[in-house]
Nanobody, 116 residues
Framework: EVQLVESGGDLVQPGGSLRLSCAAS????????MTWVRQAPGKGLEWVSA????????VHADSVKGRFTISRDNAKNTLYLQLNSLKVEDTAMYYC?????????RGQGTQVTVSS
């Protein structure tokens, strides 16, 4: 059974930083591409960043390019998202999802709120 558990979300001021984590189990994590997606209040799901399972290639949405970085530790079956220079519009529930630029299956999410 695929299990994805996100953590690390918090309330942070504009310009601040956070690191989100996603603990994965139930599948071969090291060879699986993974994606971070988010959903802002009242809006649909938006993919944020993706990382290839075999080659480690990364892509980021234009809205976060240069500010967010996706990474993974295959020894720990963990996916990360480093969020820097946070903006109010980054406020959302963040989910990790199995697959390349995929919306699911995903975890229960972790809330990131950017506010002064």
């Amino acid at each position: 059974e695929v299990q994805l558990v996100e953590s690390g979300g918090d309330l942070v001021q504009p310009g601040g930083s956070l690191r989100l984590s996603c603990a994965a189990s139930g599948f071969t994590f090291a060879s699986t591409s993974m994606t971070w997606v988010r959903q802002a209040p009242g809006k649909g799901l938006e993919w944020v960043s993706a990382i290839n399972g075999v080659y480690g290639n990364r892509v980021h949405a234009d809205s976060v390019k240069g500010r967010f970085t996706i990474s993974r530790d295959n020894a720990k079956n963990t996916l990360y998202l480093q969020l820097n220079s946070l903006k109010v519009e980054d406020t959302a529930m963040y989910y990790c999802a199995k697959g390349w630029m995929s919306f699911g299956p995903r975890g229960q999410g972790t809330q990131v709120t950017v506010s002064s």
